[in-house]
C-alpha cells in the first residue's frame, strides 16, 4: 500500500529561524511528490518534483527530492510568522490519479 | 495554477437534511475531479475520484449512497451529503488536476467547511 510519512507532526520555532521539514514515501512506480501549505482553508501548490537532486526554489522556500533514500526535504530560511501553517507532502505513483498525502507538518513561528 | 471554485464555503444543517457543495473549474475543462475530507488536525482524506460523464470512484470506506458526487460538465462537479448527521461536520474539498505541464499537480478549491446540528 502507497505511503507517505511526514516529520516531525508537529515543530514550533522563533521568527528568523531555519526550518527543515521531511517527506519520506512508498509509492508504487513514483511519478512525482508534491508539497502543500495550508493554513486555514485549502492547501496552495508549492512545489512539484519529479528528479533527484535539483533543487526547486521559491523565495525563502526550497525543496528538493532523493529518489535513492525516497525522501524530500521542504526548507524555510528567515522564517516569518505567516509562514505558519500545516505543510502537506503527496506523491503522485504513475498511472495513478490521486495523489497520497502525508499526515503534514504543523509549523508554528513565534514572533 | 488552475482556479478552482467550491461553494458554499461554510454550511450548518440540521440533522437529516441534504446538503450540496459545489466545485467548479473557472479557466479551463477539468475531465478528472477529486474529494477529500479533513477532520481537525487531520491530514486530507481522499473520498472520491470524480470523472465528467461517469460515475465515480469511492475509496474504501465511504458510502456513495451517503456521498453522492455528479461530474456533469467539465467545468463542474458537486457533492451532495445527503441525511447527513453530525459526524460528517468536517471540512470538505475539491481539487482538481491541472492541463499540461501541470497535469501531475492537483489545484484545489477554498474549501466547505460543514456542520451538522
Known amino acids: 500500500e502507497d505511503k507517505v510519512v511526514q516529520s516531525p507532526l508537529s515543530l514550533v520555532v522563533h521568527e528568523g529561524d531555519t526550518v527543515t521539514l521531511n517527506c519520506s514515501y512508498e509509492v508504487t512506480n513514483f511519478r512525482s511528490l508534491l508539497w502543500y501549505k495550508q493554513e486555514k482553508k485549502a492547501p496552495t501548490f508549492l512545489f512539484m518534483l519529479t528528479s533527484s537532486g535539483i533543487e526547486k526554489k521559491s523565495g525563502r522556500l526550497s525543496s528538493i527530492l532523493d529518489k535513492k533514500e525516497l525522501s524530500s526535504i521542504l526548507n524555510i530560511t528567515a522564517t516569518q510568522t505567516g509562514d505558519s501553517a500545516i505543510y502537506l507532502c503527496?506523491?503522485?505513483?504513475?498511472?495513478?490519479?490521486?495523489?497520497?498525502f502525508g499526515q503534514g507538518t504543523r509549523l508554528t513561528i513565534n514572533p | 495554477g488552475a482556479v478552482v471554485s467550491q461553494h458554499p464555503s461554510w454550511v450548518i444543517c440540521k440533522s437529516g437534511t441534504s446538503v450540496k457543495i459545489e466545485c467548479r473549474s473557472l479557466?479551463?475543462?477539468?475531465?478528472?475531479m477529486f474529494w477529500y475530507r479533513q477532520f481537525p488536525k487531520q491530514s486530507l482524506m481522499l473520498m472520491a475520484t470524480s470523472n465528467e460523464g461517469s460515475k465515480a470512484t469511492y475509496e474504501q470506506g465511504v458510502e456513495k449512497d451517503k456521498f453522492l458526487i455528479n461530474h456533469a460538465s467539465l467545468t463542474l462537479s458537486t457533492l451532495t451529503v445527503t441525511s447527513a448527521h453530525p459526524e460528517d461536520s468536517s471540512f470538505y474539498i475539491c481539487?482538481?488536476?491541472?492541463?499540461?505541464?501541470?497535469?501531475?499537480?492537483?489545484?484545489f478549491g477554498e474549501g466547505s467547511w460543514l456542520t451538522v446540528v
Open positions: 503527496a506523491g503522485h505513483p504513475q498511472g495513478a490519479q490521486k495523489l497520497v
Open positions: 481539487g482538481l488536476r491541472g492541463e499540461g505541464n501541470s497535469g501531475n499537480t492537483i489545484y
Open positions: 479557466d479551463f475543462q477539468a475531465t478528472t
